[in-house]
């Protein structure tokens, strides 16, 4: 069965630290690994993942994918308290457009 | 990528009641997504809603309780029958745009069921 983990589910840090939050999967023909930043209702798109080693930067964002075993990072430096948000990643299953979220990690960045 | 609107935002409604949740597209989309976010919870897939056909449910979903209209490529409507507390959720459609790997989200629907 398909699934993806997300972890830690929470996470409390003080502004100015630096943050790794892990996502693993298992999907079958995987095809890409995305982020999202979710703070009220909308998840808003952070980053598609499709190669394994390529680090995709946004600002003090960051993340990384390995597909030899099977996960991923999101990297969050110099922490701000509009960090705080649910982060959640997701993959596409195989041969259709539906995708698989994982339950997500609570990131609260303290002042 | 795709700018989603939905309505309502927000409602509180009355157990045994229906609300029917908007979702406009500013461009065609082939397929439009509803998802569930319950409390505390990761985003569950609903239904899959392709114009001119029948949408597709995922298991545990079914079209009496979540009846879906696709008019049109750029709107559906998602209708949440005979409410129950437990139908308390953010409720989210969505669309593929950019190419079939990318996900984008219109803004939600707090959904309370009293």
């Known amino acids: 069965e398909d699934k993806v983990v997300q972890s830690p589910l929470s996470l409390v840090v003080h502004e100015g630290d630096t943050v790794t939050l892990n996502c693993s999967y298992e999907?079958?023909?995987?095809?890409?690994l995305l982020w999202y930043k979710q703070e009220k209702k909308a998840p808003t798109f952070l980053f598609m993942l499709t190669s394994s080693g390529i680090e995709k930067k946004s600002g003090r964002l960051s993340s990384i994918l390995d597909k030899k075993e099977l996960f991923s990072i999101l990297n969050i430096t110099a922490t701000q308290t509009g960090d705080s948000a649910v982060y959640l990643c997701a993959a596409p299953l195989s041969g259709t457009y539906k995708y698989i979220f994982g339950t997500g990690t609570r990131l609260k960045v303290l002042a | 990528s795709a700018v989603i609107s939905q309505k309502p935002s927000r409602d509180i409604c009355q157990r045994g009641t229906s609300l029917t949740i908007q979702c406009q597209v500013d461009?065609?989309?082939?397929?439009m997504f509803w998802y569930r976010q319950q409390p505390g919870q990761s985003l569950t897939l609903i239904a899959t809603a392709n114009q001119g056909s029948e949408a597709t449910y995922e298991s545990g979903f079914v079209i009496d309780k979540f009846p879906i209209s696709r008019p049109n490529l750029t709107f559906s409507t998602l209708t949440v029958s005979n409410m129950s507390p437990e139908d308390s959720s953010i409720y989210l459609c969505?669309?593929?745009?950019?190419?079939?790997?990318?996900?984008?989200f219109g803004p939600g629907t707090r959904l309370t069921v009293l």
């Open positions: 969505s669309v593929t745009a950019g190419g079939p790997n990318e996900q984008f």
């Open positions: 999907v079958t023909n995987f095809r890409s």
């Open positions: 461009s065609q989309v082939t397929m």
